[in-house]
């Protein structure tokens, strides 16, 4: 079994900035997608950062800029550092890896969230 859990959420003003983290344990044999995914109330979830196992990063247009994501893959640790926060970036941000497990097993798993507030 393998766990994903987020801290890092807050509130901030305005250009604000904050750092999610992401840490996965359990039976984990190696990391090789990882994602940020974001859900605003009343919203669907969507996505707005993605790593590679090669490092290579993707995001969404809303986070080109000011968002920026890493991964340390000694600490199974995934960031989310996000800068120049708008009230719109609000949401429960989700991380979501796709995980080789030692049994051999390839799944999706997914954090509980944490929140991100942004006030104008």
């Known amino acids: 079994q393998v766990q994903l859990e987020e801290s890092g959420g807050g509130s901030v003003q305005t250009g604000g900035s904050l750092r999610l983290s992401c840490v996965a344990s359990?039976?984990?044999?190696?990391?090789?997608?990882v994602y940020w995914y974001r859900q605003a109330p009343g919203k669907l979830r969507e996505l707005v950062a993605h790593i590679a196992s090669n490092g290579i990063p993707d995001y969404a247009d809303s986070a080109k800029g000011r968002f920026t994501i890493s991964r340390d893959n000694a600490k199974n640790t995934m960031y989310l550092q996000m800068d120049s926060l708008k009230p719109e970036d609000t949401g429960v941000y989700y991380c979501?890896?796709?995980?080789?497990?030692?049994?051999?097993?390839?799944?999706?798993?997914w954090g509980q969230g944490t929140q991100v507030t942004v006030s104008s």
């Open positions: 979501n890896a796709d995980v080789r497990t030692l049994s051999g097993s390839y799944n999706a798993y």
């Open positions: 359990g039976s984990i044999a190696s990391i090789v997608g």
